[in-house]
């Protein structure tokens, strides 16, 4: 055995199950009948070792550095889920399962060469389409019904969700995260938590934090200020844990300010539990960090996946006295808390038949109320009911039901868009999908092999139909329907030519199909089945309807026709901006970063070349819509945009007078004043006095979507609204203070669509909440200022 970290892997084996032979009739304490503490106590400084790095992640290739220590021992408890922790039998301790993802569980769909019995998942809605529902119940919903299939195919803690902000449309990830909306990701978070949980089984709330790019993942240091970090890229989840206690929170690979995230004590311990008072465990992202000891003592509990080394380089700081064994015992104790409640511990009998019917019905549902529909000149949708639909586009052949990586799952199936049409009483025109298949197909052969199995492949280009084909379909059907797909996930970020921007052929095609239908009077209907925002400014004057369908999951097709059916009226609003162009991106200029002379210490060759790496969030507070309504960017949909098949009339909105913590409720009245039932998603914005501080020009403190309105039926909305959300993080203070002054209050359809203001003073300063002034980067950084509009 030439690996050293391997030999002692096997050592630590031995010594784990020869105790727990020998013990066997000893009077030891069991997990579950001893306190935490007793069993703490009971366990040897090797059991303790191997309980806080996890059994390993093993794949051909794969460097001696990175193999895990106990391969075998439970790596295959559930096969495809992304790794485990070591049982201890002699006191009790079960190993547990861990497993992606946000949009669904994410296990291997068969075992081994069986493939008489199968194990899919629902693909649901990636996380940015539930965003767009702004329906914090729908999103508990879905997240008990993937928290069902968790626990019923024996997983214990899902991996998920995940809520980085969007900071730039290039972001690889941006699909499995939901805005770039502090309170939303909050509010998102929470909700998913709390449907997952419900069934007995932990999530991960992920990438903590400020992990916002792909691009050089585990080697970029992010250099942002005290301030942009409170108040933007820790805020969501600082919000989600007001609201639910998630079993564990995952750190994220990134640095920020030097020092890796999951090094960090004064993000792990000082601001998530001192001040946040988390209760769970932390684990590692994959392979992320490169100092155990450091991360032992920054609270990050548990190694994922876990490797030999990680084992050695933890006993040997405990033995030298460099990691006080204490902290160790902590981060066990903390551990086996969890461990505690786990399916695992109590022994369920798992099914591994969850109800994958039930489940899709909801993946739909879902599915329907987050998609956004951008544009319906002249009402082309709904469609009337049997109308003949000429359907163009890669993706309606070829469906991306969600982005890549970790995030994908396992699905049995996906409804095409075809089928969907069919189902719903519609006529697509059948006579393109043969050559768009046959297209398809050979295209895909001839890509060239990515370099690692888990890269995205490159895009194949668009099927420039023929305009012959165009011309007959234009003569021979009532509409026209284009899809454009996208697709992305880890390990890269998405690029502006072809991805961002659309390609040469797309725009011909698109041009093309206009051209030839509007010749014949007939509209054409855009379906943008895409992870993240794309450009849509040069050309949506030459179409008739765009519907933002996002990458809705299994049930793709259905969805997409309930929408154009009318069978669901559009309720789904943008929680992420789609500007008029990249250059109109307040980080454009610092996305994903630059590259740093001189090796990179934590090079994982095999993953990706990582090189070292860093990024300036030089535009501060002001991303997403506190920027473009700031500094007067028009962007191409606003933050919070998103149109109806019925319309929506806001009564006057009032204000109770503050009370002495300057908690306030605001009330108004939203009735369906067009002619078909639909729901609304009313947005409450606040604009707060800049006395001392900078203040975007407004800011979402709350949301809700209306019951499904009938024509002319009302209801009233109450918000309540706390001092918490007035404020801002002041950081020569180290405090949230909400300024006295006056502050508005905005009702909007959208953060641009302000139906009524009124506005209430706060006569002194309210500090709301003083912190620790910690993770402050090495150098002032030169941010964004008002003062430089
Ligand atoms: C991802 C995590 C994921 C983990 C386990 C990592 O590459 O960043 O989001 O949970 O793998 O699959």
Not at 381 to 405: E, I, Q, R, S
Not at 421 to 439: I, Q, R, V
Request: hydrophobic fraction near 40%.
């Amino acid at each position: 055995m030439k690996n050293p970290n391997l030999k002692l892997a096997t050592c630590l084996l031995f010594v784990l199950v020869t105790s727990s032979l020998f013990a066997q009739n000893k009077n030891v304490p069991q997990l579950g009948s001893s306190p935490v503490k007793e069993v703490v106590k009971a366990m040897t400084l090797e059991e303790k070792v191997s309980m806080v790095v996890g059994t390993g992640m093993n794949f051909p290739g794969l460097s001696p550095d990175m193999q895990g220590p106990v391969v075998g021992q439970t790596e295959n408890k559930v096969p495809g889920s992304a790794g485990t922790t070591i049982a201890i039998s002699r006191l009790g301790i079960p190993s547990i399962v861990l497993a992606d993802g946000p949009a669904g569980l994410r296990i291997a769909p068969y075992r081994g060469k069986d493939s008489s019995v199968s194990y899919f998942c629902t693909a649901f809605p990636i996380a940015t389409l539930l965003a767009s529902s702004w329906d914090v119940d729908l999103v508990k919903k879905v997240g008990s019904a993937m928290g069902n299939e968790v626990k019923e195919y024996g997983v214990d803690i899902l991996l998920a969700p995940a809520l980085n902000n969007h900071r730039n449309p290039l972001g690889g990830r941006n699909f499995e995260y939901y805005s770039e909306d502090p309170l939303i990701n909050g509010k998102m978070t929470a909700a998913m938590v709390n449907g997952v949980q419900s069934q007995g089984v932990g999530t991960s709330i992920k990438h903590f934090a400020a992990n916002n790019h792909e691009w050089n993942r585990n080697t970029i240091n992010v250099i942002v200020g005290q301030r942009p970090l409170r108040e933007i890229y820790l805020r969501g989840f600082q919000l989600a844990l007001k609201e639910s206690k998630p079993w564990t929170v995952m750190s994220s690979y990134n640095k920020i300010n030097g020092t890796y995230t999951s090094e960090r004590h004064d993000l792990l311990t000082t601001v998530l539990r001192d001040e946040w008072g988390f209760k769970g465990f932390v684990m590692t992202d994959w392979f992320g960090g490169s100092d155990a000891v450091a991360q032992m003592k920054a609270g990050n509990d548990l190694l994922m996946p876990g490797t030999a080394k990680q084992q050695k380089a933890i006993l040997e700081a405990v033995q030298n006295h460099t990691l006080d064994e204490k902290v160790l015992d902590q981060n066990v104790e903390r551990l086996l808390t969890i461990v505690l409640q786990t399916p695992s511990f109590k022994k369920y009998k798992y099914s591994n038949k969850p109800d994958l019917r039930g489940n899709a019905q909801i993946a739909r549902m879902a599915a329907a109320e987050g998609m956004v529909l951008l544009k319906n000149e002249g009402a082309v949708l709904p469609l009337p009911h049997a109308a003949k639909v000429a359907v163009f586009g890669n993706a309606t052949y070829d469906m991306v039901t969600g982005g890549t990586g970790s995030g994908d799952v396992n699905e049995a199936y996906t409804v095409s868009l075809i089928d969907g049409l069919k189902e719903a009483g519609l006529s697509p025109d059948e006579s393109l999908s043969m050559p768009y298949h046959t297209y398809i197909s050979e295209q895909k052969a001839k890509r060239p092999k990515t370099r690692n199995f888990f890269l995205l492949p490159p895009p194949i280009e668009e099927y420039n139909v023929p305009a012959d084909i165009i011309a007959k379909m234009a003569e021979a059907t009532d509409v026209a329907m284009v899809t454009i797909g996208r697709n992305s996930g880890e390990f890269a970020d998405r690029k502006l030519e072809n991805d961002y921007y659309l390609s040469a052929i797309e725009k011909e095609l698109l041009k093309n199909i206009s051209d030839a239908f509007h010749a014949k009077g007939k509209k054409v209907v855009v379906l943008l089945n895409v992870g993240g925002v794309i450009e849509v400014a040069s050309w949506r004057d030459g179409v008739d309807a765009i519907l933002l369908t996002w990458q809705p999951g299994q049930e793709a097709g259905n969805a997409i026709a309930d929408i154009v059916s009318g069978k669901v009226t559009p309720s789904g609003k943008l929680a992420t901006t789609f500007p008029m162009d990249y250059k109109d991106v307040s980080s454009a200029q610092n996305f994903p970063g630059k590259t740093l002379e001189g090796p990179d210490p934590n090079n994982r060759s095999f993953f990706i070349n990582d090189k070292a790496a860093e990024v300036v969030y030089e535009e501060g507070i002001y991303t997403g819509y506190r920027y473009y309504n700031t500094f007067n960017v028009k962007p191409a949909y606003e933050f919070g945009y998103g149109l109806s098949y019925t319309d929506f009339k806001y009564g006057d909105l009032q204000l109770s007078a503050p009370d002495q913590k300057g908690q306030f409720n605001a009330t108004v009245t939203v009735t369906d004043n067009g002619k078909l039932p639909g729901k609304e998603v009313v947005q409450l914005y606040i604009t707060a006095p800049s006395k001392s501080l900078d203040k975007p020009a407004a800011e979402l403190k709350a949301f809700a979507k209306t019951a499904l309105l009938k024509p002319g039926q009302s209801q009233k909305l109450t918000f309540t609204i706390r001092a918490d959300d007035l404020a801002s993080f002041h950081p020569n203070a180290s405090a949230w203070i909400a300024e006295a002054g006056n502050y508005k209050v905005a009702i909007g359809a959208s953060s641009k669509d302000i139906k009524q203001t009124a506005s209430l003073a706060l006569s002194k300063d309210v500090v709301v909440e003083k912190v620790h002034k910690v993770l402050e980067p090495e150098k002032p950084i030169n941010e964004l200022k008002t003062a430089s509009k």
